[in-house]
Structure formats: C-alpha cells, structure tokens
C-alpha cells in the first residue's frame, strides 16, 4: 500500500529526541509499503519542498521553523504554516492511506483535506490528549481557542477510519470523546532492542571517557526538558542525595522550554558539575552507550491526573537498555514498574526519595534483578517490531473498510 505519513516533528536516530515515526516507518517500507513523510525543518522557515530517501522511505521536508524560544503565538502560526503547505503535498502522494501523528493537534488538518480529496482513508494517532493536557497545564486559557481546539479533536475523532492511542488512558480518552471503541487500537510507544541491547563493555567504554564520571553510580535521564516533564525536581534530588553523603550522581541528556531554568536551580543548589550534570541535547544514536552505563533511568512529570497516561520514549528505552526505571510520577507506567518489579515508584518528597534510591543504588543483586526485568517486559509487550506489524494491519483494516 502506498502510505502518505505526516509528522510535523519527524526525526531521525542522528537527532536528539523520540524516533517513534522512523522506526515505524522504516518498518513499513522494509514490509513492501510505498512510505512517503511530510514534515518540516525545523531549523528555518524557507518556501519550497527538500525531498530525499532514508531507510526506504521518501521524505518531504518544508522549512517551518519551531524551536523552544518561540512565543505561544509563533508557535500556532507554525502549525498553521506547516498545515497549510502539508495538505496540497500529501494529496499529491496518491497515497492508499493517510496516516498523521499528533502533536500538534493540527496535523489533522492537512492529513483530513488529503484523505477527502484522493478518497482514501485517514488514520489518526494521538500522541497526547489535546487540547486536554494544555488546558491541565494552563498553557491553553482561551475559551475561544479551547473550543476550537475540541471542535477540531472531535472532527478528528470522527472523520479518522481508525485511530491509534499510545496508551490505555489515551485510548479510554479518545473513546470519551466520541470515537467508537472498535475503531481504536492501542499502540504504545516501544523497545528498540536493535538499537539498544549492546554489550557491556560498551557502556564501560563510555564511562571511561567521562572524566567526571569516575565509579560513581549514575541515574539518567533523557528526554525533554518541556514543562509538563518537571525535571527541576532532578536538581532537588541531587541535592538531598550529596545531603545524604551518597555518591551516586545524575545526568540530564534532552533539551526544551526549562533547561535554563533546572540549570540555574542546580547552580544554586550547588549540585551543577559536582552531582548533577546536563549534557545537552545528543543524537538518539548515543543514548544506547550512556544507558549501557548507567545504573538505572529516570523518567519524570508533574503531578497533574492529565500527565498521568503518557508514553515517554525515555521509559521504554530503558527497558530495552535492560535497565531499572525510576519514576516520581503515577500512571499506568507506574502500575508496570510495581507489578513487574523492574525499579521504583519514587516518593515525591526528595528526601524521601534519597533515602530509598540510595538503598537501591547499594544493592546490586536487586538492580540486577530489576535491570532483568525491565527487558523481560520490554520483550514481552513493548517490541518495536511487533508494534510495527500492529500498525500495518491497522491501515490495512482501515483500507479494506473503505473498500
């Protein structure tokens, strides 16, 4: 099948961030599909379309610059810009089927005039529920907007053949807003074993290299550094850990909206390059070594019931890394790190959470056990391949129904 797939933040393992849309696409082609993306660059707005083939797939890039310094306006103008120019080029694709990923919300836009002009069925996947989580974090307060932004959730909604959410919640959250429960499929995030089940003495290699490093114990976190994620919380944790006169230490790897800020709360907690470190943005290509050397992940987000269904990438990296997660967040990934044993459900109080992750950072059989685990569980649900196979039968179905 010929499968017009848009993202307007598609990014490959050379950049530094989640590669959800690659694998699966790459996935697809590699299957017999005819993949075509269109997404932006992010680095700079220019007219006109760049066209190259990766992995199988032929990719579409329009300049639509985004980055963390853009105002809430510039940023919904960049939507808008890319959904504009996405729309006429997806139609060209004469694809079979038109597959979008949200977010932003507004990918469905051009991904539904594209699918009604070549008569073609859309597939819609929600990545977060929106405008639900901006409006929970008062990023959205416009009553005009917020209505606007629902009308167009559940026009979505209503026009997709099928769509995929990444989590139970997400996909009890679609229902709920008015798609049928047999047209939704749930397709998390996922383990990328290829990438990440490296032999150990790669991580030794990499730990070598750091001269801050030493034979510290290290936790990481790689992600983004956005406001929903609250890793400032990170540079409290650091600080009660040195309190503590543990010598485990923590790396932040991502970029985003609060990284000047969790640098300056560390610089005056007096953690910044003694304990806690920010390592900057790095390509998801170098993240396998630096988890092959860590002791355990992190994953964090505020405290917000809308937060609670996410899918972070950082948490099923971990997994395939064959590594402990430690979370300070509920949710359903909470749920599967308590039943299958595979890290910690960390309190929110950072002394607290010291005391218990100093315990564990001091016992190698449980972080052994529990680094066990976490690829056990990966294997056994999270598979990017399998996922892979999920999605293509989803926009098979989704072809066949419209048949």
Same mark, same amino acid.
């Given at each position: 099948m010929k499968i017009a797939y848009l993202h307007q933040y598609f990014l490959e393992p050379s950049d530094g961030g989640g590669t959800r849309s690659w694998e699966l696409g790459r996935r697809l082609? #590699? @299957?017999g599909h005819e993949v075509t993306v269109i997404t932006s660059d992010l680095r700079v707005n220019r007219r006109g379309w760049?066209?190259?083939?990766?992995?199988?797939m032929e990719i579409h890039r329009v300049g639509v610059r985004y980055d963390n310094g853009l105002s809430y306006r510039q940023r919904i103008a960049a939507f808008l810009r890319f959904a504009t120019a996405a729309g006429p080029r997806a139609r060209a694709t004469g694809a079979d089927v038109v597959f979008a990923t949200s977010t932003p919300l507004t990918i469905a836009l051009p991904a539904m005039f594209a699918a009604r002009t070549l008569g073609v069925p859309?597939?819609?996947?929600?990545?977060?529920l929106w405008p639900a989580v901006p409006i929970a974090m008062g990023a959205l307060r416009n009553p005009a907007l917020i209505a606007a932004a629902q009308s167009l959730e559940r026009l979505a909604y209503r026009e997709a053949a099928q769509v995929v959410?990444?989590?139970?919640?997400? #996909? @009890?959250?679609?229902?709920?807003?008015g798609a049928k429960p047999s047209q939704v499929t749930m397709i998390p995030n996922a383990c990328d074993f290829e990438l990440f089940d490296v032999e150990p003495e790669v991580g030794a290699r990499w730990r070598a290299e750091q001269g801050w490093l030493g034979d510290r114990p290290l936790l990481v976190y790689a992600g983004t550094l956005g406001k929903a994620n609250g890793a400032g919380w990170l540079a409290e944790l650091a600080h009660a850990l040195a309190r503590r006169g543990s010598s485990a230490c923590i790396a932040v790897v991502g970029d985003g909206w609060e990284r000047a800020q969790i640098q300056q709360r560390a610089a005056r907690l007096g953690v910044l390059d003694n304990n806690f470190f920010m390592l900057g943005s790095r390509p998801k290509s170098s993240i396998p070594a630096l988890l092959s050397g860590a002791s355990g992940a992190l994953?964090?987000?505020?405290?917000?019931p809308a937060l609670r269904d996410n899918s972070a990438n950082k948490f099923f990296d971990a997994l395939a890394a064959g590594k402990p997660v430690f979370l300070n967040h509920e949710g359903w990934l909470a749920d599967l790190v308590r039943e299958r044993d595979c890290g910690l459900v960390m309190p929110r109080d950072v002394g607290q959470a010291a005391a218990v992750l100093a315990a564990k950072l001091n016992d190698p059989t449980w972080l052994a056990r529990a680094g066990a685990a976490a690829a056990q569980l990966g294997r056994e649900r999270f598979d990017r391949n399998d996922h892979a196979r999920a999605l293509e039968a989803v926009l098979t179905r989704a072809i066949a129904r419209a048949a």
């Open positions: 082609a #590699q @299957a760049q066209v190259e083939c990766k992995a199988g859309f597939v819609f996947e929600v990545r977060d959410a990444l989590s139970p919640g997400m #996909q @009890a959250g679609v229902v709920a807003a994953s964090t987000f505020l405290q917000l």
